[in-house]
């Protein structure tokens, strides 16, 4: 008897010393994902999937690694995470890779295989997420975007209160796909002594459809608008159409030249110059450019657009340009620096005005 009392006490000894050295599995650590890399098995979670790498949480840490396909030898998910490819949706688990290329998906009882570029959207099923962030993602599994604010502010002998916010949203499902681009800056300088000094209100928004028909050709459909107060600019529309081809150098390296027609109406601020419309050319081009392994930063990535129009009744005469350059340091998954570098010129009727102009702006944003 005093044996197997021994015997019990010895065994919830070990058993009270494996619970709090974890020891024990909770349901969060018995559900894991698992990618080999190298020969290597890393157990964690598939956080995401980009064009060229995966990223992964490694289970205990709280850093997110970015996994080349190519390095990955075998993947295999217990998590359950909602696809969206092609029109299609679908909730399943990751059983393997093919040729650097191809997941392979079990969808219940039938296994998928879907092209990783193919996909619009990744993200973990709510039956394993039930968080109102992840319910969100599964509503709108086909939207993507980022908010970016900057601002300034300072005091003393002049008071300058500087604020920038940039958005860009993306809605794309099979061969439809909508952006909604946004800038607005407003800047304003105080001296000592006397009143308000408006240096920037101006707003720049460009609404796109697409219709990828083909993989590397689009048509497009373009309304912008804009104001720009200090350069005598009430208000401007330009809506345009036309056709585009893709030029895909790598997953992560592209550039979309489009040409098309387009009407410029424009309505200045003040009555001494006349409104401006006249029928133009849509000259665009797009692109993007991504940088991996950056010692210390990880990541560059630099996008960004070029719309020119040209008037063709009056050639040289009448004409608005619109380009920006990005570069982005995405620090974590969700939040990135920005540098933006923006020209919007046109031919302004008001000489002390003049045609160009240049702005750079620092910018912190989250992406969704």
Same mark, same amino acid.
Request: proline fraction near 3%; charge should be negative; hydrophobic fraction near 35%.
């Given at each position: ?69 190519? #390095? ?22 990751? /059983? ?10 079990? *969808? ?88 308000? /000094?408006?240096? $920037? ?49 790598? $997953? ?17 601020? *003040?009555?001494?110059?006349?409104? $401006? ?13 991504? !940088? ?10 630099? #996008? ?34 920005? !540098? ?29």
């Amino acid at each position: 008897m005093c044996i197997n009392m021994k015997k019990i006490f010895t065994f919830l000894l070990l058993f009270t010393i494996l619970l709090h050295s974890g020891g024990s599995i909770s349901k969060e650590e018995e559900i894991k994902d698992t990618i080999v890399v190298h020969g290597m098995v890393f157990h964690g979670r598939v956080m995401n999937l980009g064009p060229e790498k995966l990223s992964f949480k490694l289970l205990y840490s709280e850093g997110i690694n970015h996994i080349a396909y190519k #390095d990955i030898e075998s993947i295999s998910t217990k998590y359950n995470y909602h696809i969206s490819f092609k029109r299609m949706d679908i909730e399943g688990r990751i /059983v393997g890779i093919e040729n650097n290329t191809y997941l392979k998906v079990m *969808e219940g009882e039938n296994e998928r295989t879907i092209k990783i570029t193919d996909i619009d959207n990744f993200v973990m099923a709510v039956s394993d997420d039930a968080s109102f962030e992840n319910r969100i993602r599964n509503k709108f599994p086909f939207s993507k975007g980022n908010i970016n604010v900057g601002f300034e502010i300072e005091s003393g002998g002049n008071q300058k209160n500087e604020l920038d916010i940039l958005l860009n949203l993306k809605y794309k499902k099979a061969e439809h796909e909508f952006k909604l681009y946004v800038d607005y800056q407003y800047d304003t300088t105080k001296v000592e002594g006397t009143g308000d /000094v408006l240096n $920037k209100d101006e707003l720049v928004g460009i609404l796109m459809y697409k219709n990828n028909f083909k993989n590397d050709q689009f048509y497009y459909t373009i309304f912008a608008a804009d104001y720009d107060r200090p350069r005598h600019i009430l208000n401007r529309w330009i809506p345009s159409i036309g056709y585009g081809h893709r030029l895909q150098f790598s $997953k992560n390296t592209w550039l979309e030249p489009s040409v098309g027609l387009a009407y410029v109406a424009t309505t200045y601020t *003040e009555e001494i110059y006349p409104d $401006k419309d006249f029928a133009a050319a849509a000259l665009n081009l797009a692109g993007k450019y991504r !940088l991996n392994d950056i010692p210390y930063i990880n990541s560059l990535i630099i #996008d960004g657009f070029l719309m020119y129009y040209p008037s063709l009744e009056d050639l040289g005469v009448d004409w608005v340009l619109r380009s920006n350059v990005t570069f982005t340091i995405p620090l974590f998954d969700f939040f990135s620096v920005k !540098l933006s570098v923006n020209q919007r010129n046109d031919s302004n009727p008001d000489p002390s005005v003049g045609n160009n102009k240049t702005t750079t702006n620092l910018l912190f944003g989250l992406d969704f």
